[in-house]
């Protein structure tokens, strides 16, 4: 299989190391910046275009898209076009546009796959909680506490933040679309149920050089629970968690930075760490299984409609145009 990555920093990059140690290696790119293609060509030896038509005239098999959100439609309906099964690194899209119909019309006609990188979807601990919430014992959830914090100098510290997709408007940036790992899995755990209301606060509250907001907080009520967001580029270091509790008070939680499960089931508590668990373990299980959809024909975990739940929540949540958002609608 050959495959095309368009956008080569730092997740591209990635996905290019996982698809080697995979043991692909019909692998081509496409980068406008030129020190940067000239270091991923010189790393490994890869063919790298700055035109996407003539990557694409190079008939890959499927398309990585790794650009800012701005550019994941319109490239990816260049790659759809031209046959390719497609990839999108979270989000879907900045926003909601009539090529994202477009897109989903040629997907559905041409029989792609079509998947978005999601890849908390494949966390060890995100799983155990999926896991608990699908067991008799446990009950259903009601209430989820999700938490993302960390200073956005310190996600990429080899590049000037300012100059990161996350931190300009007019590329996609931003904490509520860039956090929207939380909206997504937040969503899964509570199975879709039906989204009565959506209420948020965000804002630019730091001194960082940015003109998105830094920090937001989320609350979505579902028909059978509710569920808190909050999510933040502000503060030092790196804090990650999320806590799920059922009918009957059951409840567990998940601490991303110790990699450690707490559960207390029916007057039982437990404990599980994944101590040798490497984070990057996620991103080469969501490039696994995007290949095994492939190969399978089958429906990725995280694929389009999922994508545009998640998109949906994000726009709500940000609707207003201002710092203060408070909207609803009908799941």
Not at 175 to 204: C, Q, T
Request: glycine share 6%; hydrophobic share 35%.
């Amino acid at each position: 299989m050959k495959f095309l990555i368009v956008g080569l920093g730092s997740i591209g990059e990635r996905h290019l190391k996982n698809l080697i140690s995979i043991g692909e290696k019909d692998i081509i790119g496409v980068e406008i910046n030129n020190d940067r293609t000239n270091y991923i060509k010189r790393k490994y030896k890869i063919v790298v275009t700055k035109k996407l038509e003539d990557a694409l005239k190079k008939k890959p098999d499927a398309c990585l898209i790794c650009t800012p959100p701005v550019l994941h439609i319109p490239v990816a309906l260049k790659a759809a076009k031209a046959g390719c099964h497609i990839f999108i690194e979270k989000p879907l899209a900045h926003e909601f546009t009539p090529e994202l119909n477009e897109l989903e019309e040629i997907i559905k006609d041409k029989n792609l796959t079509c998947m978005i990188g999601y890849n908390q979807r494949f966390n060890k601990g995100i799983l155990k909680l999926k896991e608990l919430s699908q067991r008799d014992d446990f009950g259903d959830i009601i209430y989820i506490r999700a938490e993302v914090g960390q200073a956005l100098p310190s996600w990429r510290p080899w590049q000037d933040y300012t100059k990161s997709y996350t931190a300009r408007r007019e590329l996609g940036g931003g904490i509520i679309l860039d956090a929207s790992h939380e909206i997504d899995y937040v969503l899964w755990l509570m199975k879709y149920a039906p989204v009565y209301e959506i209420k948020s606060y965000y804002n630019k509250l730091s001194d960082l050089d940015i003109n998105v907001e830094d920090i937001a907080d989320i609350l979505i009520i579902f028909k059978n629970g509710y569920a808190s967001i909050h999510m933040n580029m502000i503060e030092k270091g790196y804090n990650r968690c999320c806590k799920i509790i059922s009918r009957c008070g059951n409840w567990a939680i998940y601490d991303f930075r110790s990699r450690k499960i707490t559960c207390y089931i029916n007057g039982e508590m437990s404990h599980e760490v994944y101590t040798d668990y490497d984070m990057n373990e996620t991103y080469i299980d969501e490039i696994k299984h995007f290949i095994e959809c492939i190969k399978n024909k089958e429906m990725p975990l995280t694929n389009l409609d999922t994508a545009k739940k998640t998109l949906e929540v994000c726009m709500i949540a940000k609707r207003g145009g201002g710092k203060h958002g408070n909207s609803s609608y009908s799941g």
